[in-house]
């Protein structure tokens, strides 16, 4: 199969991604990635999750941050045809959607729609990455990766340290590098009779259970 890209951007977090999504192989997995470009993560998680159906999402146009930058509307425009060369070959699993992740993410929600993996790779502005995740997270299943690319950069850093701290009780953190990787976890299971123990402690402060409640005159 020939593979047509004009960067290489991707291919150093190969190893870790292998690794992280060993589990997965075999397993019938709903990925998303936001931001897609040549197309080039898109065909790791393709060859490397054979039962994988992905859904790629990408305006494939200039934002406003990327507007002054001579000649990068004629670098999407190639872009775009090289991850439509590229994909061809996976189509029937493939999903594309060229809009912007806002749009496309929350029309994927409303949709009901659920996936085991999620990469976001879009827009780096902070505001953009905090939408990007907070719509993609209710769509990540129990048990589901998320990756964000270029961590380190101070942008997409802010947006995701802030998002993590919020939802430490919810995710386990498995690589911070030049990368953030976390995997979901499933909500607490409380305790029978009487809920978890917090729970119970504050029954026991409330005296639930010993007071009777008297009905109104």
């Known amino acids: 199969m020939t593979q047509d890209f004009s960067t290489d ?3 150093v977090h190969f190893p870790v991604w292998r690794k992280v999504l060993a589990p997965l192989r075999e397993s019938p997995v709903a990925a998303l990635e936001v931001g897609s470009w040549e197309g080039r993560s898109a065909l790791f998680f393709l060859d490397q999750l054979p039962k994988c159906h992905l859904t790629c999402v990408d305006a494939f146009e200039v934002r406003p941050d990327k507007a002054d930058r001579p000649g990068f509307a004629e670098q999407i425009r190639l872009a775009e045809e090289r991850f ?3 994909i061809a070959p996976f189509s029937e699993r493939v999903e594309k959607i060229r809009e912007t992740s806002a749009i496309a993410l929350a029309a994927l929600l409303i949709a009901g729609r659920t996936f085991d993996l999620v990469y976001i790779d879009g827009s780096h502005q902070t505001d953009d990455v905090l939408i990007d995740t907070a719509l993609a997270w209710p769509m990540l299943r129990n048990n589901g990766v998320l990756i964000w690319d270029d961590y380190r950069t101070e942008s ?4 995701v340290d802030a998002f993590v701290s919020l939802r430490q009780d919810r995710l386990e953190v498995v690589q911070r ?3 953030m990787i976390i995997q ?8 029978s009779h009487g809920g978890s123990p917090t729970i119970r402690r504050l029954l026991r402060l409330l005296r639930v259970g010993r007071t009777r409640v008297r009905p109104t005159a």
């Open 177 to 179: 590098g030049k990368q």
């Open 84 to 86: 439509d060369r590229n």
């Open 156 to 159: 997409v850093r802010a947006a």
């Open 184 to 191: 979901r976890r499933p909500p607490p299971v409380l305790a």
């Open 9 to 11: 951007w991707t291919s």
